[in-house]
């Protein structure tokens, strides 16, 4: 079964909420030869949604199905691990409206509670877009939708709906956009990473001595969606202002890095600093010191991509220019006076010598070292670390 042809399914199911379809539906003896419908009555045909949400996950990449009806819902959960599990969930459609979504929040629930043997859990949960309007503006529910996540250390992601997978032509723009490959996509990167979260049985002593390595693993494994997806579809809007999903993570990987190599390793004064640090802007994105020695340190000059693509095959294809890497360091340029501050504050500290890398943090997974002649004068060490090098050094 093609895409085209699920996507104007899901087109229909996105806009009607309904699982009905007229006679008149486009390529309907394919649907009919495909099992995918069952006349119903004159004029309309009923959706089998058993067969057509195989079909839609097989084109999402998952192989292995096992749905089950839960309420509200059609289920499937996929082992990652033998500790790591994604869900899918499926809103039936015309099962709820805008007047019962507390049905579909109670159903969602109780099927997440129901995988009660997993450490880690990420889902994807799919809603009619007519219906997933609706959430959005539903304040109380959102509030208890972000809470449920929130609450469990178990739940490895932020609160997201997205509408049934569909190809979505803009003409105006005179492009398309293929949710069929984004959804794909961002579950192959949140499997690759989930491998890579340690995780296992704990009594309460231990899970308490893990709970930060808990905290930001869920917060990583967030952060491995792809840009689009939290823009558009995250229950609470990741967008304050300026702040868009690549600017929390930012925001996020700037206190991660200060909680991995700076806390406890420096003094008061250069912790507040880098506290203080405002990322982003003509200037390097995140400064980190790395203590490697009493009197020594490597201060990683952190770039950081929330990118679709793997920065490690594009970097020097894209538009990124040497040029700017090499103000961020050179004394005589604006740019890298909050490095030589941070510089200062080291030597009051005791650090005698200090060395700069610089460092390209990925939303994929992806890592790898960069050749680049033009930065050796400036840099010991040019690598690419993605959010599984992140996890590693937790």
């Not at 003896?29 to 119903?40: A, F, M, T």
């Not at 609706?134 to 509030?143: Q, V």
């Not at 469990?152 to 005179?174: A, D, G, Q």
Request: charged share 30%.
């Amino acid at each position: 079964m093609s895409r085209h042809i699920l996507s104007l399914v899901s087109s229909y199911i996105n806009k009607y909420n309904k699982a009905q379809l007229p006679s008149s539906f486009p390529h309907i003896d394919e649907l009919i030869r495909h099992n995918l419908i069952k006349y119903l009555r004159y004029g309309e045909y009923i959706l089998d949604l058993d067969v057509f949400l195989h079909a839609l996950l097989r084109k999402l990449g998952i192989k292995r199905l096992d749905l089950y009806r839960n309420g509200p819902l059609y289920c499937h959960v996929e082992k990652v691990t033998s500790r790591t599990l994604i869900g899918f969930y499926f809103v039936v459609p015309g099962s709820i409206d805008e007047k019962s979504l507390g049905l579909f929040l109670r159903g969602l629930q109780e099927a997440i509670i129901e995988s009660n043997k997993y450490d880690a859990l990420v889902p994807f949960i799919f809603v009619p877009e007519k219906i997933r309007r609706a959430l959005e503006k539903n304040y109380r529910l959102i509030h208890s939708f972000s809470d449920f996540y929130f609450n469990s250390l178990k739940i490895f992601s932020l609160p997201i709906t997205l509408p049934y997978p569909e190809i979505i032509h803009v003409p105006r723009k005179k492009r398309k956009i293929d949710l069929f490959v984004r959804f794909k996509k961002s579950i192959t990167e949140v499997k690759d990473i989930l491998k890579s979260v340690q995780v296992g049985f704990e009594d309460e002593y231990t899970f308490l001595l893990n709970f930060r390595k808990k905290f930001w693993s869920k917060i990583l494994v967030s952060f491995a969606q792809l840009d689009h997806i939290l823009r558009k579809y995250a229950v609470v809007k990741m967008r304050s202002k300026w702040k868009g999903p690549s600017k929390w993570f930012e925001e996020f990987m700037k206190i991660l890095l200060i909680d991995i190599f700076v806390r406890n390793r420096f003094n008061e004064e250069v912790e507040r600093f880098l506290l203080n640090y405002r990322t982003g802007g003509r200037k390097a994105d995140i400064i980190i010191p790395v203590r490697v020695g009493n009197n020594e340190a490597v201060i990683w000059i952190v770039d950081t991509k929330h990118w679709e693509k793997d920065f490690c095959r594009s970097v020097w294809r894209s538009h990124e220019k040497t040029i700017k890497y090499i103000a961020y360091v050179d004394k005589n340029s604006k740019k890298s006076r909050q490095v030589w501050k941070l510089i200062e504050l080291l030597e009051n500290a005791g650090i005698e010598d200090v060395r700069f890398h610089l460092v390209f943090l990925q939303r994929k997974s992806k890592a790898c070292k960069l050749d680049a002649p033009e930065l050796r004068k400036y840099y010991e060490e040019v690598k690419v670390l993605g959010l599984k090098d992140v996890l590693r050094l937790l």
